[in-house]
């Protein structure tokens, strides 16, 4: 893997609002584990925080991923040989063909002699090849030989593996079992998972790695409004933006209050209740989708929000 940097990680948006100390958190807890979750409700951000946070790392070409980034998109991957393909694919992408073709010869060759020793044994339990055994047990050999394969790529390797939205493989015992058999034969390699949930790697044996959980939540109310500011056709200069922004916040002394409240902030006024309400509670997508549909009528009772100021 020859070339670290960034580009081969996806880029955060254009317009990426108020996740500094969460990337922080992430790099952080990459820096000191091997195994990190981010999770947090769909449309929250986490992917995107992910690509912050691994473009960072990766154009600093931190020591501890000296080789980089490697940034699978599962989104749609629902099987186990599916995900062994796309990862594949992955290593096969940032892999010259030749390094593939020598390992695959490699791998062809210790399959082989593992073969001739069974034969010279004489025992009578069930080999899985494929020649001999039918379809499942071609498949069951096929699916081996490509997670030895893959294990083989990641044992020199400095590396991160994003797995970004896994969501449909959490309950996938195979996956768990292969990200066991990463951490027990690739020891400088880490792995960030992104999805709705925790991986919750009961039962299996992880030797020795922990999962930890960085969560995310919906943003707080002032980059919830700098996110619909940026977003909205309505706001057309940075003048503009900035203006909307510090009229919906109030006078300094309420701006500075309860610019940094979410929804489950304790001391939140009704007002910034109302406004965040009418914004999607803070959620990053339903910001966006608001502020490409917000016409001149919804925009002016937006702008009403800011004129009630009761405590809750
Ligand atoms: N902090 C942010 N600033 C600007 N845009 C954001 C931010 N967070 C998320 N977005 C935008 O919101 C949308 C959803 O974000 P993203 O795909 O990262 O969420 P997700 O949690 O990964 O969703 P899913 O669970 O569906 O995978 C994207 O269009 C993204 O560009
Ligand atoms: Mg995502």
Known sequence: MSSPGSKYVPAPPVDFVG???DTYRVIRDISKQRLV???GVPGVGKTSLACAACTYMADRRLSLLEDGVLFLKAKGVSTYPAFLLAMMQLLVDRNTYSNLRERIRKLQQNDDESDDD???SGSNSPRVCGAHTGKIADINHDISRLEKLILSFFVPLRVLLVLDH???????????????????DCAAVKVLVVCAQTLRMLRIPT???AETTCGIDNLTLKNTLRLFARMSPLLKTMQDKEAFVRRMLGDKQQAQQQQGMTMASRGITTKSANILRALGNGHPATILKLAHECTDSSFEDLMKLCESDVFV
């Open 166 to 184: 896994i969501d449909d493989m959490l309950d996938m015992e195979d996956l768990k079992v292969f990200l066991a058999s990463l951490f027990q």
């Open 37 to 39: 979750t981010l999770v």
């Open 19 to 21: 996740r500094e100390v």
């Open 118 to 120: 069974d034969e010279g």
């Open 207 to 209: 030797h020795g790695v």
